[in-house]
């Protein structure tokens, strides 16, 4: 498994780590910094300066999962990792892929008072790893402390097991993880495992409407970004009758109906993806009552709602608005379009 401590920077994350795997028989520390300063010595200046964290870069995002992987597979045991996370949807990504590799991740916050982080900020250094834009801002820190509040008002404390360590040394902060540990109370990360692909796959998704021709669209807790109800084709199972499936395991909508074609979209293999086929279908439009009725499962959607055209656009990747795109203007006409990587053919 893997123990996640999460915390402000100044929150004691390394040296609790430190002292944590003294204290875990078989325990071994990964600091993704390590792959911070890696990406950062790897890619070129210009590329870096377009971000404003190394956390921003989806390359540091895969090498995380990738080599906490390796770590696991090769010495086993339990992986304490130090890091911050405060955005919700690299929350989501990292701890999303581990999941789909069934890795258990627990999930710890040090959370000491914010007039103790300050303290603690003021004498310390900005951490090395930052891209070359940033580097040399003695208000790094500082600047993270709001990102921090507004996560711990949202998501973080839902989320994450909380320790307050505002009075607890390093070794007593390692001791209270520990036992909370041994104790149970420490719980596995409620996120749904999804195996990663090892070929090419084939995807139904289905567009539901409301009454002013809004899409629903749904926030997964596994992956980056929203997303249409839909899934994976199953072998043997036809791909309209997947969506309808998938529309009543995501949503609690039953299509009486199997919905018609809109796209059809070839996504090329873009490394570590393999691609295959997407599909998108019609599935019609919901009435008031029905789109209150929509009931999601917890531990693999966290929201939802009927967006526009215009506010799809700011919710999902480029690559799934492209999809969405062209699947109103073939709703519009009537006809189903063959899209490569989301521009029409022929």
Known sequence: MIVWINGAFGAGKTTAARELIELIPNSTLFDPEDIGAA???????????EVGDFQDLPIWRRLVIDTAAAMLAELGGTLVVPMTLLRQEYRDEIFGGLAARRIAVRHVLLAPAETILRERIAGRGTPPTLPPGEMGQGHWAYDHIEPYRAALASWLTADAHLIDTGALTPYETAARIAEDLGAGTVPVCDIVQTPEPTAETVAAGVLLFDEQDRVLLVDPTYKAGWEFPGGVVEPGEAPARAGVREVA??????LEDVPGLLVVDWEPPAPPGYGGLRLLFDGGRLDSARARAVLLPGPELRGWCFASEEEAAELLPPVRYERLRWALRARERGAALYLEAGIPIG
Do not use: A, F, S, Y
């Open 249 to 254: 395991e995501e949503t609690g909508i039953q």
């Open 39 to 49: 990406v950062v010595r790897l890619l070129p200046p210009k590329h870096l300066t």
